[in-house]
């Protein structure tokens, strides 16, 4: 037999003004399983929680209903002193009177019947209230950071920094990601390698960190505080420990003449390389696309002027499995593929780049030592048009949607270099808009339009020509001046809209974690949690969660760590126990509810069952994880057999308030 | 067809590839078919079926069946096909135990139809030319054959078959059917005509359960409606509510995986049109989330189990035409 | 409700608010003070992807002329995908309801945030004169739960 305590809060007249809490009380005094239903002025003060706590004791309550203001103010209050007395906390239900009664409405004669009502509802919800208790889950103390760019590296540092070991995987040979390849960076136009370098190799000198390069995940199991993760370490035929990054096998390999990657194809690498000088971890890979060795068996030459003996190729590629208790993603971003545009001739026109292949041209590690050289003719440009917006902000299949952010700055950026180094050079920006919302981008931007003479015009350029003669015509209308253009330009640079990595898809599949219809990552909430994705203990740094430049990406990269870091150092997580929970006895194994969970919360498994003929069957039933399932009930409603159902907000509990509201 | 499927399911069977099979047996009357299963050459010789009558969908007996030890024998006409895809997505059937040979479907016959046309004592029925020659205990009478056609077999969707391991006869199209006339009919009525069709029609349920029973959509451990947990489960219409309640909620439940095999209508013993409650929800799905069939394979998602972003709002509903 | 000669009639609407954005979107209206009528009962739920269809078949049921559903607005879910599921099941659910001559408007979704507590009083204040109009609820209620 039930026995519950109603407490009626005047909340000074707050309540008390329009609701009659006396006879609030006494009415509610009357519903079945109430044995003692008080008012008092402030329930929430000390001498009101006394009370409800003595009460508790004195009557040997089975649930208590409190009658005051929001829960969402007060249901912590009243759980905690319930737990004090001795009930379990999950036995209090608070009915709503102060903002959704007393506050609304003028008439105490029907705010006083719509509080007993509220009331009523809570007492028959509270007789369905079932006594929860929290659990547990363990956390392991290491993080996994999946992306060894910028943001990884930073995410990997502050949480390094904070004592937890982490591990970075990067799918290429090296860490460093888009960045490296960077020549100068906005606003400040210092050398991007000379501020990433340090930290790359402050990473690799931590002893908190391992760097699994040239490795990709490949499972991903368990939940937040306890993922198992498969870490696939690629065969480079090389043994990372022997090798001393000399770089005599990179010179002797006889196969020369493979596109180097690094410096966007436009020089060569050899077969058996390191992707640039300052790679780390600093050990050669062998291509296996390439390499003679591999692909015909004959050649040999690295192995044979190898001091110490660290080609191996007979290498394969090797399954490490780690547990981790946080999980960042940090996988990054490239530019879009250019196929699609014709119109800009980039597959036709050697001299047609994007801004990437622009960062390359001009650095002093790319491919012509620095000097801004024509990739057709190696001449000198002295007419340059930058095309803005190359595939952002597009309504067509062909481009995104969104607007990439960076290009603004970036061609700002190469306006002002060009200029500066080539004052001879004559520079043509077409935008549709300039954004540069950012800390000192505004001035960036006008300095070099007013200090560096660069040709802004707002327009569209609608078709680049190459001509025999080696000059490239772009026809392009100027919006303002509303005239067509023809520029004879010696290169054209294109700013190619950024997308998520591709690699980031199939993650997002195994991390059960949320992704937009772009393939960036989606955080728990837009505003209020942005670095943490909807799945506990998956959190994002850097431009897999949408375009970002460096600064943000280093804000956010630290952000991550700091969440990866709140959740390492807990020995255990405390879990919501309002979670689902499935009866199995009539679960059809059906996976309606698995398809609706957003946290992946929901597997299957085959569980034997004795039936009540005496059989024994296998059958395939769902399985909440609760330290992973956050509580929504979206499963709930899937599951056609009403097998799946939610502590603290179970079906007949709410069929009980329905049916006490429309009584 | 008859021959030949019961000259396949022997040579199955003696093959050692199928330990049982599951077709039709005639029951009291001649267009009494019912699901049966046989386990010997002998027994599919003297009581195996498959006529113009046999129009039960066997693919719900699988549920079961499937789960037995050895494989059995399932003969789905195209319609069924769907179902049987739907239960594998479902997980509740196990495809490796069955094997499936994919026949020729309807049009099949509806002896109500024929009776309505004050025909009765059936002994016997051939389909000439279109034309239905009954043999009666009266004598012989004659019918046009697509008068005596099942409803669902009149709007039949799709003679082509999902899934089979073999095929007798020859493989059909899918076909562009009419099946959502009727409720298109409905829905231009105002809401006061769709009430009074319906409670009229509703209130003909005398909740003996079979559209439950025989859909192969409703295959739950525990029906809702048998759950005494549940807050819904009743078991006579003892108010209009309650029918409409447990109308509602079945199609609803169903919603996004029934497959439109007309399973429920044609049991339906006060012949209320059930069907359309389903076409409704897979008519509004096509319309407002695009083009679903549900069975048409083992891996999509079902429309309630997926979302858009930029899917249309609940209000649509109300946005809609006048009352 | 009951009808009472000298009294209008008094519709009984249930509404169910997801804990996160309607729900304080609830509280919001009543910390500023904006009236809504009593009519209105809240039942509060995780999100409104919890409501499921027979909460609102057993409403109507018990006696109520009007049910709504509010959650946050898509794309801002606490859960971030359920108001999506609800989104598609109401549609189904409320155009079968539509379709079997039951009003229309006695049943609504709106999105309402935590800062919207101006929209939830005057999305309430709204549905209520809607169902008003509509008169007592008698295609969809059971016989036997009707007040004497």
């Known amino acids: 037999m039930q026995r519950i305590g109603v407490f009626v809060c005047h909340c000074g ?190 990473a690799s000198q931590n002893e908190h960190i391992t760097i699994h390069s040239y490795s990709e995940v490949s499972d991903v199991k368990g939940f937040v505080g306890n993922f198992t993760v498969t870490i696939k370490k690629k065969a480079r035929f090389v043994d990372e420990t022997k090798c001393t990054g000399c770089g005599l096998c990179t010179e002797k390999c006889p196969m020369n003449k493979v596109p180097n990657e690094f410096n966007m194809g436009f020089d060569n690498r050899s077969a058996v390389y390191i992707p640039f000088a300052q790679a780390v971890p600093k050990v050669a890979t062998i291509d296996p696309n390439y390499c003679m060795m591999l692909k015909t068996g004959k050649c040999g030459v690295c192995s044979k002027v190898c001091s110490v003996g660290a080609i191996d190729y007979k290498q394969e590629d090797k399954l490490i499995e780690q547990k981790y208790g946080a999980i960042v993603v940090a996988t990054g971003f490239n530019p879009i593929n250019l196929d699609k545009y014709d119109e800009f001739a980039y597959n036709q026109c050697p001299d047609v780049v994007t801004s990437l292949e622009l960062e390359r041209l001009m650095n002093a590690a790319g491919p012509n030592g620095g000097t801004l050289l024509r990739p057709s003719d190696k001449t000198h440009p002295h007419k340059i048009v930058f095309v803005q917006c190359v595939g952002s902000r597009c309504d067509d299949s062909k481009g995104k949607p969104y607007c990439s952010k960076i290009c603004c700055m970036y061609t700002a950026k190469h306006a002002m270099l060009i200029r500066e180094k080539y004052p001879d050079t004559e520079v043509y920006v077409f935008y549709i808009d300039v954004r540069t919302p950012g800390k000192n981008f505004d001035e960036f931007y006008r300095r070099a339009v007013e200090q560096y003479n660069v040709h802004y015009i707002k327009g569209m350029v609608g078709k680049v020509t190459p001509r025999s003669d080696g000059k490239i015509d772009v026809q392009a209308s100027d919006l303002l001046a509303n005239e067509q253009l023809h520029i004879d330009a010696d290169m054209v640079v294109l700013a190619a809209a950024i997308e998520p990595d591709k690699t980031a898809r199939p993650l997002a599949t195994m991390l059960t974690t949320q992704m937009d219809t772009n393939d960036f990552f989606t955080e728990a909430h837009p505003k209020l949690r942005p670095v943490e994705s909807a799945t506990a203990g998956i959190f994002l740094s850097g431009a897999c969660q949408g375009p970002k430049d460096i600064p943000e990406t280093v804000a956010q990269a630290s952000a991550a760590a700091a969440k990866a870091i709140g959740l390492l150092v807990k020995n255990s997580i405390t879990c919501n126990p309002c979670v689902a929970h499935s009866d199995e006895l009539m679960c059809n194994g059906c996976s309606s509810c698995e398809k609706v969970c957003p946290y992946g919360a929901i597997t299957y498994i085959d569980k034997e069952f004795k039936m009540p ?29 009403g097998a799946m159902d939610l502590n603290g907000f179970s079906n007949s509990q709410i069929i009980a308030e329905v049916d006490a509201i429309c009584k | 067809m008859q021959e030949a499927m019961i000259n ?61 030890e050895g494989k059995i024998l399932a003969f789905l006409k195209p319609c069924d096909t769907y179902s049987f ?145 549940s807050g819904i489960e009743n078991k006579a219409p003892a108010d209009s509510f309650e029918e409409n309640m447990f109308h509602i909620i079945r199609a609803f439940h169903v919603a996004g995986r029934c497959t439109d095999c007309g399973e429920c209508s044609r049991v339906c013993p006060q012949n209320i049109p059930l069907h359309l409650l389903n076409r409704k929800f897979i008519k509004d799905i096509n319309t407002f989330y695009g083009e679903y069939q549900a069975g048409e394979d083992t891996t999509s998602r079902a429309p309630l189990n997926e979302y858009k972003q930029s899917d249309c709002e609940a209000n649509i509903v109300h946005e809609r035409g006048a009352e | ?142 016989l036997r739960c009707r007040k004497q």
């Not at chain 1, 943001?151 to 904070?162: F, H, K, R, S």
């Not at chain 3, 999305?123 to 109009?133: I, L, P």
């Open chain 1, 613 to 641: 003929d005496r059989t024994v069957a296998i059958r395939r039933v769902a399985s909440v994880n609760p330290a992973v399932c956050q509580g929504c009930g979206a499963c709930t409603v899937a599951c056609p057999s």
């Open chain 1, 13 to 202: 007249t707050n309540i008390a003004a329009t609701v009659d809490v006396k006879a609030v009380a006494e009415a509610l005094g009357h519903e079945p399983g109430v044995i003692v239903s008080q008012d008092y002025q402030y329930m929430c003060s000390e001498s009101g929680q006394n009370l409800v706590k003595n009460a508790i004791k004195e009557h040997n309550l089975t649930g208590v209903v409190v009658c005051s203001c929001s829960p969402r103010m007060h249901e912590n209050t009243f759980r905690k002193a319930a737990a004090s007395a001795g009930l379990n906390p999950y036995l209090v239900e608070i009915a709503n009177i102060r903002e959704q009664c007393s506050w609304i409405h003028k008439d105490i004669a029907s705010a006083t019947e719509k509080a007993i009502i509220l009331g009523k509802a809570a007492v028959a919800k509270v007789h369905l209230n079932a006594p929860l208790t929290a659990g547990e889950s363990p956390v392991v103390k290491r993080a996994l950071v999946i992306g060894g760019g910028i943001a990884g590296i930073q995410t990997a540092l502050d949480i390094a920094e904070a004592g937890f070991d982490v591990d970075i995987v990067e799918k290429q040979p090296t860490i460093g990601g888009k960045m490296a390849q960077i020549d100068k960076t906005f606003p400040t136009l210092d050398c991007a390698a000379c501020i990433l370098t340090p930290k790359m190799v402050e």
């Open chain 2, 8 to 68: 396949k399911a022997k040579q199955l069977l003696a093959d050692g590839i199928v330990d049982r099979v599951i077709g039709w047996k005639r029951g009291e009357f001649v267009y009494d078919i019912t699901p049966a299963i046989f386990e010997t050459a002998e027994e599919l010789e003297k009581d195996f079926v498959y006529d113009d009558f046999t129009a039960a969908n066997v693919s719900k007996y699988l549920v079961k069946e499937s789960k037995k």
């Open chain 3, 1 to 142: 409700m009951q009808v009472n000669e000298n009294k209008e009639f008094q519709p009984l609407i249930v509404a169910f608010c997801c804990n996160w954005c309607s729900y304080a979107g609830a509280d919001l209206a009543g910390t500023n003070r904006l009236n809504y009528p009593d009519n209105i009962k809240i039942i509060r739920v995780p999100c409104s992807c919890r409501v499921n269809p027979m909460f609102i078949l057993r409403a109507f049921q018990r006696g109520a002329d009007g049910v709504i559903l509010c959650g946050c607005h898509p794309g801002d879910c606490h859960y971030t995908s359920g108001n999506y599921f609800t989104r598609r099941r109401m549609t189904l659910l409320f155009s079968m309801l539509d379709f079997l001559g039951i009003e229309r408007d006695r049943t609504r979704v709106e999105w309402v945030s935590a800062a919207e507590g101006a929209k939830f009083a005057a999305t309430m204040n709204e549905f209520t004169e809607a169902v008003k109009k509509l008169g007592p609820n008698r295609r969809l209620e059971d």
């Open chain 2, 85 to 229: 895809n739907q239960l594998i997505k479902e997980h509740r059937v196990v495809r490796e135990n069955v094997y499936i040979v994919g026949i020729p479907g309807g049009p099949k016959l509806d002896a109500e139809k024929i009776k309505e046309k004050g025909i009765t004592g059936i002994l016997s029925v051939k389909n000439e030319n279109y034309t239905l020659k009954i043999e009666t205990v009266y004598g012989e009478e004659t019918m046009p054959f697509y008068e005596a056609v099942l409803d669902k077999c009149a709007s039949c969707k799709s003679k082509k078959h999902m899934i089979y391991d073999e095929l007798l006869g020859e493989e059909g199209d899918v076909l562009d059917s009419n099946r959502f006339d009727m409720v298109e009919k409905l829905e231009n009525m105002t809401a006061q005509e769709r009430y009074d069709f319906w409670r009229e029609q509703l209130s003909k349920c005398i909740r003996c359960n079979a559209c439950r029973n025989v859909c192969p959509a409703c295959t739950c451990e525990k029906c809702v409606f048998d759950n005494p947990d």
